[in-house]
């Protein structure tokens, strides 16, 4: 149990495009869902929290109009990256919440921009 | 603001060597404490998670311990394989902010064959 997915595993888009980002929790209900960001060989870094209903929280320095999130549902969040850059190509990362520290991460997103 | 840090931050041994990899965070009032595998280009998979009241945790080859008050962790790996080559990350679940990880910056692990 508790597994969580992500969707598309590999995405590669032309600068100036919006890339949507899909995690989803596939055998329980995540009030809480996470979207973390990892440059190469460095370590996951938290841009925001996102709760079901209500407009996600981004950590300082995020963009929330570059990384827009949407939490629909109890099962599903998505990460938009609006007008993409090259700068912005990474390993998106997110994870679902099951109790208040439990967290389950999906197997990430590598984006490229071009 | 709670900070991770996790030594060495790459080693290299030979097979069947045991070893530790060492995580110490700056604030001790946390809920508990992760260690994750990750494969290059892939997700986290959770290989020990210790609660803020409990000493350690083992599975399997795998042994963590849990020191609060000093603000320290460490992960032994017993008689290592060639497959347990990944990166190796620490994280915090912190009190003071809001049930989010913080990640320590990792540990790269090659065991050589």
Same mark, same amino acid.
């Given at each position: 149990? !508790?597994?969580?997915?992500?969707h598309p595993s590999r995405v590669i888009c032309k600068s100036g495009t919006s890339v949507k980002i899909e995690c989803r929790s596939l055998d329980f209900? !995540?009030?809480?869902m996470f979207w973390y960001r990892q440059f190469p060989?460095?370590?996951?870094?938290?841009? !925001?929290?996102?709760?079901e209903?209500?407009?996600?929280t981004y950590e300082q320095g995020v963009e929330k109009d570059k990384f827009l999130i949407n939490h629909a549902s109890l099962t599903l969040s998505t990460l938009t990256v609006t007008s993409a850059?090259?700068?912005?190509?990474?390993?998106?990362?997110?994870? !679902?919440?099951r109790q208040v520290n439990e967290q389950f991460f999906g197997p990430g997103t590598r984006l490229t921009v071009l | 603001k709670q900070e991770v840090t996790q030594i060495p931050a790459a080693l290299s041994v030979p097979?069947?060597?045991n070893l530790v990899l060492n995580c110490s965070f700056t604030d001790s009032a946390i809920y508990n404490l992760q260690w994750f595998r990750q494969d290059p280009g892939k997700g986290l998979t959770s290989l020990l998670l210790i609660q803020s009241s409990q000493r350690e945790q083992t599975s399997g080859r795998l042994n963590a311990s849990?020191?609060?008050?000093?603000?320290r962790s460490t992960l032994y790996i017993a008689a290592s394989q060639p497959g347990d080559s990944a990166t190796y990350l620490c994280a915090v679940t912190s009190m003071d902010s809001s049930y989010k990880l913080i990640f320590g910056s990792?540990?790269?692990?090659?065991v050589r064959p």
């Open positions: 149990g !508790a597994v969580v997915s992500q209900q !995540a009030t809480t060989k460095q370590s996951l870094m938290l841009m !925001a929290t996102s709760n209903g209500s407009k996600a850059h090259p700068e912005d190509s990474s390993f998106y990362i997110c994870s !679902a919440g | 097979e069947g060597e849990l020191d609060k008050s000093s603000g990792g540990t790269r692990l090659l």
